[in-house]
């Protein structure tokens, strides 16, 4: 055998071999009735026609994956976008079944949905949780109504709060708002009384993200032409602080960098993300990450239809799916509208646990890593952990490394010394 050969033979095991179970399932909906300017996220208004396609084409992936990891166990759903409230309710639960009739989905998954306040009615809520979703992630983003409409979005403060209310009313008790800071032209006056306004609803799960201008926006342009001030990032990291202390008093748990929950209510599927466990995503641009590769779907809704149209109709392009344990990558390769993948080796494995599970009030926890890559985390950073604790950034507590309080402030410093 070559030693190119030789190196390869690890990669012949099967995907079920290689794949921990169970996995998070993530997915895509492209659809939004408008894009918000600030979204560089893959996503299209007024592609309305295309739904009907769309959904079978979802729904033939979904089969199709299940058929290929034959079977496997599934412990958190996330329907995101885009909007996925945007879609009529049938099409949810035609999604679901599929994906329960593809999956082994386990007994009290997480299963969650992302909506837009506005878009719920009292028989769309009862459809979501007859066919098992049980937690939703709202987009209110502000409560502050000039704020609301700079960001392009859809609905007022009232709009949302009531959104919020319908939905516990309907029974929806695990439920997240997600809010954002340091934008153009919001106050730290405006900032608190978003914050106060989101505590008197006293939601389970809070998510809170700070504006990043993304490349080719309408936001980005319009800073740049001077119609908007560029954001201020000493007041978004004095919003910040103001936003650890009022949910600090509230009794919220700061369980990640940008998230913060009830007893019993951190988000498990992006655990999965933080603590990089295997994840499928689903869909036109979603990404995934099993077996050793992170992989991601091409982007075009259009195409991703007409790929999974063609495999349909293309007996070969489902001859992996019937053997009995093909190689990892040609398992991947099999699926038609995979479009990138990337191998990932055990240092970037480690150096990517190190970057997410540190964004966890929990930590990186010595004895998980040293099962997990043979060693804790001193062997292999020994000099990068050193001049991190001395710069007071990071800690050794109760059996785990921890990002202390300064160095949740300064975290991309942090992460980015384990890629370098």
Same mark, same amino acid.
């Given at each position: 055998?070559?030693?190119?050969?030789?190196?390869?033979?690890?990669?012949?095991?099967?995907?079920?071999?290689?794949?921990?179970?169970?996995?998070?399932?993530?997915?895509?909906?492209?659809?939004?009735?408008?894009? $918000?300017?600030? $979204?560089?996220?893959?996503?299209?208004?007024?592609?309305?026609?295309?739904?009907?396609?769309?959904?079978?084409?979802?729904?033939?992936?979904?089969?199709?994956?299940?058929?290929?990891?034959?079977?496997?166990?599934?412990?958190?759903?996330?329907?995101?976008?885009?909007?996925?409230?945007?879609?009529?309710?049938?099409?949810?639960?035609?999604?679901?079944?599929?994906?329960?009739?593809?999956?082994?989905?386990?007994?009290?998954?997480?299963?969650?949905?992302?909506?837009?306040?506005?878009?719920?009615?009292?028989?769309?809520?009862?459809?979501?949780?007859? $066919?098992?979703?049980?937690?939703?992630?709202?987009?209110?983003?502000?409560?502050?109504?000039?704020?609301? =409409?700079?960001?392009?979005?859809?609905?007022?403060?009232?709009?949302?709060?009531?959104?919020?209310?319908?939905?516990?009313?309907?029974?929806?008790?695990?439920?997240?708002?997600?809010?954002?800071?340091?934008?153009?032209?919001?106050?730290?006056?405006?900032?608190?009384?978003?914050?106060?306004?989101?505590?008197?609803?006293?939601?389970?799960?809070?998510?809170?993200?700070?504006?990043?201008?993304?490349?080719?926006?309408?936001?980005?342009?319009?800073?740049?032409?001077?119609?908007?001030?560029?954001?201020?990032?000493?007041?978004?990291?004095?919003?910040?602080?103001?936003?650890?202390?009022?949910?600090?008093?509230?009794?919220?748990?700061?369980?990640?960098?940008?998230?913060?929950?009830?007893?019993?209510?951190?988000?498990?599927?992006?655990?999965?993300?933080?603590?990089?466990?295997?994840?499928?995503?689903?869909?036109?641009?979603?990404?995934?990450?099993?077996?050793?590769?992170?992989?991601?779907?091409?982007?075009?809704? =259009?195409?991703?239809?007409?790929?999974?149209?063609?495999?349909?109709?293309?007996?070969?392009?489902?001859?992996?799916?019937?053997?009995?344990?093909?190689?990892?990558?040609?398992?991947?390769?099999?699926?038609?509208?995979?479009?990138?993948?990337?191998?990932?080796?055990?240092?970037?494995?480690?150096?990517?646990?190190?970057?997410?599970?540190?964004?966890?009030?929990?930590?990186?926890?010595?004895?998980?890593?040293?099962?997990?890559?043979?060693?804790?985390?001193?062997?292999?950073?020994?000099?990068?952990?050193?001049?991190?604790?001395?710069?007071?950034?990071? $800690?050794?507590?109760?059996?785990?490394?921890?990002?202390?309080?300064?160095? =949740?402030?300064?975290?991309?410093?942090?992460?980015?010394?384990?890629?370098?």
């Amino acid at each position: 055998m070559s030693t190119a050969e030789s190196a390869a033979a690890p990669e012949r095991t099967s995907m079920s071999e290689r794949v921990p179970m169970p996995i998070s399932l993530y997915v895509h909906i492209p659809f939004c009735e408008t894009k $918000c300017p600030y $979204c560089d996220f893959n996503t299209y208004a007024a592609i309305e026609p295309l739904m009907p396609s769309y959904m079978a084409a979802l729904r033939s992936e979904i089969t199709h994956w299940g058929r290929l990891l034959h079977r496997p166990q599934v412990h958190t759903i996330f329907f995101g976008g885009g909007t996925p409230s945007y879609l009529p309710a049938g099409d949810i639960v035609r999604i679901m079944t599929t994906i329960q009739a593809a999956f082994d989905v386990q007994a009290g998954a997480e299963v969650t949905l992302e909506a837009n306040p506005g878009d719920f009615s009292t028989s769309k809520l009862e459809a979501y949780l007859d $066919c098992s979703i049980n937690r939703l992630s709202i987009g209110v983003q502000s409560f502050d109504d000039d704020i609301l =409409r700079m960001l392009g979005r859809r609905h007022n403060a009232a709009d949302a709060a009531n959104a919020y209310r319908q939905a516990a009313t309907a029974g929806f008790d695990n439920i997240s708002i997600d809010l954002m800071y340091g934008l153009p032209q919001q106050s730290a006056a405006q900032w608190q009384d978003t914050l106060s306004r989101a505590l008197d609803l006293s939601p389970p799960h809070i998510s809170m993200y700070c504006l990043t201008l993304e490349g080719g926006t309408p936001m980005e342009r319009w800073v740049e032409q001077g119609n908007i001030p560029e954001p201020d990032a000493d007041l978004a990291a004095d919003m910040y602080i103001q936003a650890q202390d009022e949910m600090r008093h509230a009794g919220y748990r700061h369980y990640e960098i940008s998230n913060w929950a009830q007893d019993g209510k951190r988000s498990l599927h992006n655990l999965t993300y933080w603590r990089n466990e295997p994840y499928l995503g689903v869909g036109p641009g979603a990404h995934s990450y099993i077996g050793g590769y992170r992989f991601n779907a091409l982007k075009s809704p =259009r195409e991703y239809i007409l790929r999974l149209q063609d495999m349909a109709e293309d007996a070969a392009a489902n001859a992996v799916a019937n053997t009995a344990s093909p190689a990892i990558r040609a398992t991947i390769d099999s699926v038609p509208v995979v479009d990138e993948v990337e191998h990932i080796d055990k240092n970037m494995e480690m150096a990517e646990t190190m970057m997410m599970g540190l964004r966890l009030d929990e930590g990186i926890g010595l004895g998980a890593f040293e099962q997990r890559f043979g060693a804790p985390p001193s062997v292999f950073y020994a000099n990068t952990l050193d001049e991190l604790g001395a710069l007071g950034l990071i $800690c050794k507590q109760d059996g785990a490394l921890r990002l202390t309080h300064r160095g =949740r402030m300064l975290g991309n410093e942090v992460f980015s010394r384990f890629f370098a």
